[in-house]
């Protein structure tokens, strides 16, 4: 069965300090991938997402996200992190042929000055 | 700005008593999920629509409903709301193909938050 595992319930983090949330997924084949991000009492917007081709991928905000077929992971980046930044985060994956999600359960990120 | 619009924003209900919530949309999407988030948990799929087309997951309780009138509006009816029920409800819309659309961006309204007294 498809699954995603974010192995960190909560990080933190110093303001300007680099990041890396963890996703492993479990699924067999090559699957969507996505981060959202999720601000207290908002819905989830998207960060990045990856298909095919380039295994490094940019996103909004600063993010970036590579693939690694070999360890089944899809960890997310950021070198320097604002205060902003914090918030909950999501990684998902995207099952072929279907018009569903399934989300990791999440990652709370804290971000002190 | 297209976006995805949750009315109400924060809706408390007494146990048992019927409540709806809405969503409408202004990026002409075809596919429309609901899903339920409880507090420091992923968001847990209820149900969507591929157009008309009605798709329930497995443990979605019956308690929940769902009507989709037209392409812009979707609605959540809770017939019964239990203290479980009490949680974020995330409407989000997407555009789907044949084939299946996961690989299309969901795109999310900022949610309503149930309170169920």
């Known amino acids: 069965a498809q699954s995603v595992t974010q192995p960190d319930i909560h990080i933190t983090v110093s303001e300007g300090a680099s990041l890396e949330l963890r996703c492993n997924y479990s699924?067999?084949?090559?699957?969507?991938l996505f981060w959202y991000v999720q601000s207290p009492g908002q819905g989830l917007q998207l960060l990045l997402k990856?298909?095919?081709?380039?295994?490094l991928v940019q996103g909004i905000k600063g993010f970036e996200a590579e693939f690694k077929r070999s360890q089944s992971s899809f960890n997310l980046r950021k070198p320097s992190v604002h205060w902003s930044d914090a918030a909950e985060y999501f990684c998902?994956?995207?099952?072929?042929?279907?018009?569903?999600?399934?989300f990791g359960t999440g990652t709370r990120l804290q971000v002190f000055p | 700005d297209a976006m995805v619009i949750q009315n109400p924003r924060y809706q408390v209900t007494q146990f048992g008593k019927p409540v709806t919530l809405s969503c409408s949309q202004t990026l002409n999407h075809n596919v429309m999920y609901w899903y339920q988030q409880k507090s420091s948990q992923a968001p847990k799929l209820l149900f969507h629509?591929?157009?008309?087309?009605?798709?329930n997951e497995a443990d979605t309780p019956d308690n929940f409903q769902s009507r989709r009138p037209n392409t812009s509006f979707c609605f959540l009816d809770i017939r019964s709301p239990g203290l479980g029920d009490a949680a974020m409800y995330l409407c989000a819309t997407s555009f789907g193909g044949a084939g299946g659309s996961s690989y299309n961006e969901q795109f999310f309204g900022p949610g309503t938050r149930l309170t169920v007294l």
């Open positions: 629509y591929y157009d008309k087309d009605f798709n």
């Open positions: 699924y067999g084949a090559t699957p969507y």
């Open positions: 990856y298909f095919s081709g380039d295994t």
């Open positions: 998902a994956v995207g099952p072929y042929n279907t018009d569903k999600l399934i």
